[in-house]
């Protein structure tokens, strides 16, 4: 239908990939949709990962990866602003179940848009973009 092809590789290295991918988040960051905020919260050096207070309840208080103590961390990052687009999301995920395989994994994903506290993404481990 598409007329489309898997004719053609592109090396995220190659100089046409990058110009592409930075038009494509040039446009979304004029749409409003990616913000740059500070983002605090608890950090393993040694993984260089952010847990939230669940994530080491669960594990001890420490890196639910490692083991090791976590420390409290605050830095400068972009963010994409998911509230904008989760009723959407959503909707389109309940009515596509194939969208996102396997079903355990769609189950997370609709679990995390369900369950952000404040409607604003703070789970840098999965959408922060970038310093």
Not at 33 to 41: A, F, L, M, S
Not at 63 to 92: H, I, Q
Request: hydrophobic share 30%.
């Amino acid at each position: 239908m598409l007329e489309i092809s898997n004719d053609d590789f592109v090396r995220t290295s190659e100089e046409r990939h990058q110009k592409v991918v930075q038009a494509v988040i040039q446009k979304v960051f004029e749409q409003g949709d990616i913000y740059k905020k500070n983002y605090e919260g608890k950090y393993c050096v040694q993984c260089e990962s952010f847990w939230t207070e669940h994530q080491l309840e669960e594990a001890g208080g420490v890196c639910p990866d490692c083991g090791r103590p976590v420390e409290t961390m605050k830095e400068e990052s972009y963010f994409f602003k998911l509230s904008k687009y989760e009723d959407r999301l959503l909707a389109y995920i309940e009515s596509h179940p194939d969208f996102i395989q396997p079903v355990s994994r769609r189950n997370e994903m609709i679990n995390f848009i369900q369950t952000r506290p404040g409607g604003s993404v703070h789970y840098q481990k999965y959408f922060r973009l970038g310093h």
